[in-house]
């Protein structure tokens, strides 16, 4: 990790959510969810499939307006998506036409940073991510792994202050899927920033989260803090525990 891209992610937001409710037609899908994410933690959603997991975040990136109650990003009510809430998705949302650098530099060129400054940053966040030397590839050429790798430096390079991370590893092989894990807390220690992350997995959850928020059929069924340093034990214990309030 170098320091030469700061300021290229600032520091984290705050993000809370005071009796959040979704509804999908007369479906209340999300119930009344009080949540505050403190600025620069980790905090990961974890919750049986279809329980509301995708639709919170997709709310918190303001993509969908709650029906009820209010979403904050620090002291602004979020009203719309914004380049300060990145989302990354399980599936790569790479533009195939572009190659890497490319992709990249679009996430910059929307943030209005000018053009000489587009291509050091792409070039240095495609390192930081271990892409030296695959810059000029297109999609279809990397591995899904190479492609998360992208997609995270694209994120990252458009310095938001929270980045909303939905199963994003979830397609990997486990060892791609360990690598991954680590580049993103290595990441976020060189380039500290607000993360929400959800999965089904909770050796995942326990691994990244600094806070482990369950989620059950569209209601907060508690939120667990995981201590440091995470022994094999607590992890045993915290999983029991998650496990039963799932
Ligand atoms: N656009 C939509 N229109 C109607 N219902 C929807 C829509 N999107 C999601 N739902 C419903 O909302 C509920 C929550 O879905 P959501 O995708 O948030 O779950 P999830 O926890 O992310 O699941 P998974 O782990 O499978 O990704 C589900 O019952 C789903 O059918
Ligand atoms: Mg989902």
């Not at 607000?194 to 806070?211: N, P, S």
Request: aromatic share 4%; with cysteine; net charge neutral.
């Amino acid at each position: 990790m170098t320091s030469t891209l700061a300021p290229a992610v600032s520091t984290g937001m705050r993000l809370d959510l005071e009796s959040v409710r979704i509804s999908y037609g007369g479906t209340t899908v999300v119930h009344d969810i009080d949540l505050a994410v403190a600025a620069g933690e980790i905090l990961v959603l974890v919750g049986k499939s279809g329980c509301g997991k995708s639709t919170l975040l997709r709310a918190l990136a303001g993509l969908r307006l709650p029906t009820g109650g209010v979403i904050r990003a620090d002291d602004d009510t979020v009203t719309g998506p914004s380049a300060d809430r990145a989302l990354v998705f399980q599936d790569d949302a790479l533009l195939p036409w572009r190659t890497a650098r490319a992709n990249v530099e679009l996430a910059l060129r929307l943030r209005g940073v000018p053009r000489a400054e587009r291509a050091t940053r792409s070039g240095r966040w495609l390192d930081e991510v271990g892409l030296t030397g695959y810059a000029d590839y297109l999609p279809r050429d990397l591995s899904g792994g190479m492609r998360q790798r992208v997609q995270l430096a694209r994120s990252l390079a458009g310095s938001p202050r929270a980045v909303l991370m939905d199963e994003p590893f979830g397609a990997l092989d486990s060892q791609t899927r360990t690598e991954m894990q680590r580049l993103l807390v290595d990441t976020w220690r060189a380039h500290p920033t607000t993360i929400v992350f959800v999965t089904h997995d909770l050796d995942e959850a326990l691994l990244l989260g600094d806070r482990i928020a369950v989620l059950g059929a569209g209601s907060l069924r508690a939120v667990v803090e995981v201590p440091e340093p995470r022994t094999a034990v607590d992890r045993g214990e915290l999983r029991d525990r998650i496990l039963e309030l799932l």
